[in-house]
Nanobody, 124 residues
């Protein structure tokens, strides 16, 4: 069982930056693929970025060049650095985990564990 707790959300002006953190419980964090998803009001949950247990990364085109995912296995934490934020980035951001290799890194269906989400609001 893995528990995930996100933090770092908040209100920021367009063009600003935020760094989200996701702290995971469990001793085998290093064996998990980690993903970030987001859901805006009235919209479906969408993929943002993922990082494999071998530190490979997968990006959604909408955030490529602006967001960076990273992980610190010693701290059981995955991060999402968000730069050049836009109002359309406003959403609840969720951290997700899958032991090993998901069939698809960008499909929420293949992740087993989810955090409670953290709100990110970008004002224009």
């Amino acid at each position: 069982q893995v528990q995930l707790v996100e933090s770092g959300g908040g209100l920021v002006q367009a063009g600003g930056s935020l760094r989200l953190s996701c702290a995971a419980s469990g001793r085998t964090f290093r064996n998990y693929a980690m993903g970030w998803f987001r859901q805006a009001p009235g919209k479906e949950r969408e993929f943002v970025q993922a990082i494999t247990w071998t530190y490979g990364t997968v990006y959604a085109d909408s955030v490529k060049g602006r967001f960076t995912i990273s992980r610190d296995n010693a701290k059981n934490t995955v991060y999402l650095q968000m730069n050049s934020l836009k109002p359309e980035d406003t959403a609840v951001y969720y951290c997700a985990a899958k032991e090993g290799i998901p069939t698809s890194y960008s499909d929420s269906y293949y992740y087993d564990y989810w955090g409670q989400g953290t709100q990110v609001t970008v004002s224009s």
